[in-house]
């Protein structure tokens, strides 16, 4: 093989590579919008203040539908109230690792976002926490096992999803701020 005839082949083939970059580049233009579609994620941010159950806070990213639950343990003033698995609803309580009581918060957000950006959310809202001890029967025995305080509540409402905040004040005073961003 010639030196001439391998110029020329490789001009070939780079003439070849040439023609068949722009049709690469021919592609489907994008097109960028500021707006998420509507079963996309949101930033859901929950803020709790209660006198009674403390305060707790988190962030986290669900989709219209979706169900979230959020479950904060907290030591209570005075610190855990000691309990046995004797007293009555122990299998209920909230322990700690040494089986004493501590205070719950849970909260259930499911939110479907409508066509507007509104959401629709419907909120649970469940806390536990121990008022010093009651002296209880069981079997014969007495015991002295925590007296439990327990709110519940299930509220319905609706909010932007734009940065906005939403508070609710329940029935026992507890303050639930929810920010939702997509």
């Known amino acids: 093989m010639s030196f001439s005839f391998k110029l020329s082949a490789v001009s070939v083939v780079a003439s070849l590579a040439c023609a068949f970059v722009p049709a690469a580049h021919a592609a489907t233009p994008i097109t960028v919008t500021n707006k998420a579609a509507l079963d996309g994620p949101i930033r859901y941010t929950v803020r709790v203040t209660s006198k ?68 629709t959310v419907q909120l649970s809202f469940q806390a536990q926490t121990p008022h010093g001890v009651k002296t209880v029967t069981n079997g014969g025995k007495t015991l002295k096992c925590p007296n439990d305080v327990r709110v519940s509540q299930i509220v319905r409402f609706t909010m932007p999803v734009n940065g906005t905040t939403k508070t609710l004040t329940l029935n026992d005073g507890t303050e639930v701020a929810i920010t939702a961003k997509r």
Request: aromatic content about 6%; proline content about 10%.
């Open 52 to 119: 009674q159950f403390g305060n707790s806070q988190e962030t986290r990213t669900i989709r219209s539908g979706e169900t979230d639950d959020f479950t904060w343990k907290t030591v209570p003033p005075g610190g855990p109230v000691p309990a046995t698995d004797a007293c009555p609803d122990y299998a209920s309580l909230p322990v700690d690792e040494n089986g004493a009581m501590i205070r719950q918060t849970q909260i259930r957000l499911a939110p479907v976002v409508a066509s507007d950006g509104t959401a």
